[in-house]
């Protein structure tokens, strides 16, 4: 059940009817997720500033979408879930890789290590120690990428929490592919109007 409702550009304000009114004139739409986000300028304008630099990141796409997928499943946002699942699909992931990822882990290890950090990242910050690090490291990770996973998992946070406040998520609760297709086109739009 929707909690928030999206916004068309003109019910904005401020700088979130300029960003909405940009984006439905260069892609015809801006998604419900973004659309919504409009209720705040500062929320919207983060995100869309933030999504924009995750773009940038050197952890590898399809390695990207397996901590989303994790982190996603942890937060519990389906439409979010699904938007990745695409996105992992589309990276070139299995349906075994997928299901691993959900399940926070990896036939890599180098990859699971990187996972199972990027989980504590969003779970249980505190807990991280020195020793965490310096296995990351051992397994070849560079501290650009070890710095980028708080990135990534900040995303999913931000948007996974966001869509579950405001009552965004698939219909029948279910991983509906068609769904999960049209989740995925909708990030794939907002992140390619994010990099401009």
Not at 32 to 60: D, F
Not at 149 to 172: K, R, W, Y
Not at 178 to 191: C, D, I, K, M, P
Request: charged letters at 25%; one cysteine or more.
């Amino acid at each position: 059940m929707r909690r928030l409702t999206a916004l068309r550009p003109e019910q904005a304000t401020g700088k979130a009817r300029e960003l909405l009114a940009d984006i439905v004139e260069r892609h015809g739409s801006a998604g419900e997720m973004v659309s919504t986000m409009a209720h705040s300028p500062a929320v919207l304008e983060g995100y869309l500033s933030l999504s924009r630099a995750m773009k940038r990141v050197r952890i590898p796409r399809p390695l990207s979408e397996k901590i989303s997928l994790a982190a996603q499943e942890w937060i519990g946002c389906g439409t979010c879930r699904e938007a990745h699942v695409a996105a992992g699909r589309a990276a070139g992931l299995t349906d075994t890789d997928i299901e691993l990822a959900r399940q926070g882990t990896s036939t890599d290890a180098r990859e699971a290590a990187l996972i199972a950090v990027a989980l504590r990242v969003l779970a249980e910050p505190g807990s991280l120690a020195d020793e965490d690090v310096a296995e990351l490291r051992a397994h070849g990770w560079s501290d650009r990428i070890i710095a980028e996973v708080v990135g990534v998992v900040t995303l999913n946070l931000l948007t996974g929490a966001f869509n579950l406040l405001a009552g965004i998520q698939p219909e029948d609760g279910g991983e509906d592919a068609e769904e999960g297709e049209g989740a995925a086109a909708e990030a794939r739009e907002e992140a390619t109007v994010s990099r401009r």
